[in-house]
T-cell receptor
């Protein structure tokens, strides 16, 4: 059981470039989440999904898009990268929902936008 | 939406002393209150959680208390050890399946 995996580990983007952060879980969890963590700060929810085909906005969705075509994968798309998107991005999953269950986090993707 | 506040933002204690971190929330419908520990450069990991039908839960040196009327909950760490040094996040599970995190408390345990 690999749990939640994320790729890449680290990426440098130029302003205006686009990229997709990959997240995969092998625990058959229905719920998946994307967070960003700025240096010295807490976790802010970007988007979440309660199952394949269903996604919803979190606290800070602007500048990002997500899709959920399978239970396992929940990619996060950055269009037109901006310096304000420099952050560490964590993907997480839970079995039945954030209201009641432990969230399992991936190792994170460190993104630098220059 | 849900608003989660956490205090203090930094906390230094001598090894062996106790540490207490408090969180307040705004949505009375929230019903799940986990605490996560994040060591430097690592991912957050759950250390303890409590649900709205329970007032207190303990796991060895760690305990969490919940006051639903006042809408606050606290993390208590007793007999602190240097390996307890980390950032601790409270979180609140909302009625919309979201989990909203507090801003974090940086705990330093001084040997």
């Amino acid at each position: 059981n690999a749990g939640v995996t994320q790729t890449p580990k680290f990426r440098i983007l130029k302003i205006g470039q686009s990229m997709t952060l990959q997240c995969t879980q092998d625990m058959n969890h229905n719920y998946m989440y994307w967070y960003r963590q700025d240096p010295g700060m807490g976790l802010k929810l970007i988007y979440y999904s309660v199952g394949a085909g269903i996604t919803d906005k979190g606290e800070v969705p602007n500048g990002y898009n997500v899709s959920r075509s399978t239970t396992e994968d929940f990619p996060l798309r950055l269009e037109l990268a901006a310096p304000s998107q420099t952050s560490v991005y964590f993907c997480a999953s839970s079995e039945t929902g954030g209201r009641q269950e432990t969230q399992y986090f991936g190792p994170g993707t460190r993104l630098l936008v220059l | 939406g849900e608003n989660v506040e956490q205090h203090p933002s930094t906390l230094s204690v001598q090894e062996g002393d106790s540490a207490v971190i408090k969180c307040t929330y705004s949505d009375s419908a929230s019903n799940y209150f986990p605490w996560y520990k994040q060591e430097l450069g690592k991912r957050p990991q759950l250390i303890i959680d409590i649900r709205s039908n329970v007032g207190e839960k303990k796991d060895q040196r760690i305990a969490v208390t919940l006051n639903k009327t006042a809408k606050h909950f606290s993390l208590h760490i007793t007999e602190t050890q240097p390996e307890d040094s980390a950032v601790y996040f409270c979180a609140v599970g909302t009625s919309y399946d979201k989990v909203i995190f507090g801003p974090g408390t940086s705990l330093s345990v001084i040997p």
